[in-house]
C-alpha cells in the first residue's frame, strides 16, 4: 500500500471532525472522497498533508509513518478548494515555485524548462505572464494543478478541484484529469461531493459521512450495492420504503421478500430501498405494491412515472418509453409496482 | 462604472450648492487657512528671517532628536506590527483577543497620561526610579525616556493597519507554500511580505508622522531641556511662549511641510493599495 491512514481521529474542540478513519490506497490508484458538507473530507486531506495533525492514529506514505516529517519534506502535491495561487506572481512564477524554494536550488533555465513543460501539460502555453485574476476558474485550476505537479509529488491531493465551475467546465476538466493521471500514473486522492465526479474519474471511492467512512469500493460496487442507507442515498435517486421485518422476511404493503441476513429479528421496522430503474409497473392482479400514477415526465428515451402508494408515500418509476407506451397507463390509473431489486436495513424510516 | 450605475441626484441646485459650500467652507476655516496661516507667519519677516530661524542651534538639534526619535520608533513597530499582526491573523492562541485589546490601549490612552505613566515607572520618584539612578541610566527627562513614549504611543499603527488585511487574505497561500517545500523565512519573505506591502508601507508612513508630530507624551518626560531634550513639536512650543512668533512659526512650517507629504504620499499609495487589493479579487 503505497498511501495509508490507520484509525485516525480529529477533533476540533469536542467536535469530532475525523472519527476512526482507516484507508489504503495503493501506487499510481486515483481514489475520491465523496461525501456531504462537513463530512471531514478536507480535514482528511490536511491530515494526509501534514497541515493538520491527528489526534490518534497514523498515516504512512510508502510505508513509513510520515508523523515525525513536516509538511514541506513530505513532498505532496496539494490543490485547494480555492486554488490559493500565489496572487502577486505570474503563472509561471506560481508554477516554478516549489522548484525555486528548493535547496538547492536548480538553475533558472532548469525552472524554466519545468515550468514550460508542465504549462505545455496543463494546456496553459502562452499564459506565462499572467497574473491568477487574470485567468478563468478552470485555468485557475490548471495552474493549480501544475504548480502542485511541479515537485513531482509522491500523492497528488487535490480538495474539490472542479468545485467552483460550471458544468460544462466541470465535465471537461474532470476527463482531462483522467487522461492526465492515467499519462503521470501518480498516486492520487481528490475530493469531492458530486457523486457523478466521483464515480466517473476514481479508480475507488470512499464514501464519508459525519467523519466515518461509509463504504469503499469501486464505482461500480458502490452504485450497484451500497452498504448502508447513507450510501443509497448519497448515490442517485432511490425510493425509501418502510416496511416490517419478521424472522427473515420483509414485508411490505403488497409484497414480501427473504431477507435471510436479519433472521434473528423479530417484528422489527425496517426501509427497503430500491432505486427508480429496479422497478416496474404491471397490471391486473399478483404480487407488487399498488400504486396510483401521478405525473408522467418523458426524460429522451426513458419516462420517469411518479406513483403514490396507499399510504400517501411516492414512488418514482423509471422505465424505456417504447416499454411505457406498451403498458397503456396514464395519470390516474392503478398498477403495482413489482421491483427487481431491492436492499432492506433495519431501522425506523 | 459606479457613475453609470448611481442615478445622477435630483436635489434642487440650491440644496446641492449650499452643501458643497458648507463642506468647502469648513475645510477652508478649519484646514487650508490654519495651514495657510503657518507659512505665512513664518515668512512674515521675509525668507532670511525664515532661514535664520530654521538654522538656529537649538532648532537644528530639536531636528535632530525628532529624526533619532523616528528613526528608533518606526523601525521597532514596524517590525512589532508585523509580528502581532502575523500571530493574530495566522495562528489561534489563548489571549488573543487581550493581545488585540492591548495593541489598542496607546490609542485609547489620552498621550499625557502615557507621558506621566512612564515618569511613574522610570522618573527618580518613580517604581524603577532609585535602581536607575543607582546605575547612572537616565530615562525621564532625556533621550530614552522620549524615545520610549513615542514608541509607546505610535505603537497601535503598523499592527492595526494590516491585522485586517492579513485576516482578509486568510494564510491558503502560505500552507500552499509550506507544502511546496518552503521554509518559514521563504514564506514569510516571498508570500506573505509582497502580499501586505502596500499596507505595510501605509501604515509605516502614518507610524512615521505620528512619531515626528507627537507633543503630549514627548512633552511630560522631555524635560523641556533646550538643544537636548526638545523634539520639534517642543521647541515650537517653548519658541510661541517666548513670543518669537517668526521663529515659532518657521519650525513649525517644517512639520507642517512634513505632514502635507505624508499626505501625499498616503494618497499615492491608497490609490495603488486599493487597486491592487480590487486586482487581488476575491482569490
Ligand atoms: N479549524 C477548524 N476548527 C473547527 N472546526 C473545524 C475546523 N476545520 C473544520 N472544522 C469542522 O470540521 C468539519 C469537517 O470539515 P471539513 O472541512 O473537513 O468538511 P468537508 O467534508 O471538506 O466539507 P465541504 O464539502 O463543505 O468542504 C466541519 O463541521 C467543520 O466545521
Ligand atoms: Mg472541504
Known sequence: MYLELRNVDKAFGDFQAVSDVSLAVREGELVALLGPSGSGKTTLLRIIAGLERPDRGQVLIGGTDVAGIGVQYRQ??????????????????????????????????????????????????????RYPTQLSGGQRQRVALARALAIEPRVLLLDEPFG???????KELRRWLRRLHDETGITGVFVTHDQEEA??????????????????????????????????????????????????????????????????????????????????????????????????????????????????????????????????????????????????????A | M??????????????????TLAALGFVGIFLVLPLGTVFAEALAHGPAAYLRAVSDPDALAAMRLTLITAAIAVPLNLVFGVAASWAIAKFDFRGKSVLISLIDLPFSVSPVVSGLIFVLLFGLQGWFGP??????????????????????VTFPFVARELIPLMQEQGSEEEEAALVLGASGRQIFLLVTLPNIRWGLLYGVLLCNARAMGEFGAVSVVSGHIRGLTNTMPLQVEILYNEYQFVAAFAVASLLAGLALVTLAAKTLLEHRFAATRAAAGKD
Open chain 1, 164 to 170: 467552483a465551475l460550471d458544468a460544462q467546465v466541470r
Open chain 1, 199 to 348: 464515480l466517473e474519474v476514481a479508480d475507488r471511492v470512499v464514501v464519508m459521512n459525519t467523519g466515518r467512512i461509509e463504504q469503499v469500493g469501486t464505482p461500480e460496487e458502490i452504485y450497484d450495492e451500497p452498504a448502508t442507507p447513507f450510501v443509497y442515498q448519497f448515490l442517485g435517486n432511490v425510493n425509501r420504503l418502510p416496511c416490517r421485518i419478521d424472522r427473515g422476511q420483509a414485508t411490505l404493503a403488497g409484497l414480501t421478500l427473504p431477507v435471510p441476513e436479519f433472521s434473528g429479528l423479530s417484528d422489527a421496522p425496517g426501509i427497503a430501498f430500491v432505486r427508480p430503474h429496479d422497478l416496474d409497473l404491471a397490471v391486473g392482479d399478483g404480487d407488487g405494491i399498488p400504486v396510483t400514477v401521478r405525473h408522467v415526465v418523458l426524460m429522451g428515451p426513458s419516462v420517469r412515472i411518479e406513483t403514490v402508494d396507499a399510504a400517501g408515500q411516492t414512488l418514482e418509476v423509471e422505465m424505456s418509453r417504447a416499454h411505457w407506451n406498451a403498458l397503456a397507463l396514464g395519470p390516474g390509473t392503478r398498477a403495482r409496482a413489482t421491483p427487481r431489486q431491492m436492499r432492506v436495513f433495519p431501522g425506523e
Open chain 1, 76 to 129: 505532496i502535491g496539494f490543490v485547494f478548494q480555492h486554488y490559493a495561487l500565489f496572487r502577486h506572481m505570474t503563472v509561471a512564477q506560481n508554477v516554478g515555485f516549489g522548484l525555486r524554494v528548493r535547496k538547492p536550488r536548480p538553475s533558472a533555465a532548469a525552472i524554466a524548462a519545468k515550468v514550460h513543460e508542465l504549462l505545455h501539460l496543463v494546456q496553459m502555453e502562452g499564459m506565462e505572464h
Open chain 2, 2 to 19: 459606479r457613475r453609470a450605475v448611481v442615478a445622477p441626484t435630483t436635489e434642487p441646485a440650491l440644496v446641492q450648492w449650499g452643501l
Open chain 2, 131 to 152: 535602581w536607575l539612578a543607582a546605575h547612572d541610566i537616565k530615562l525621564i527627562f532625556a533621550v530614552p525616556g522620549i524615545v520610549l513614549a513615542t514608541v509607546f
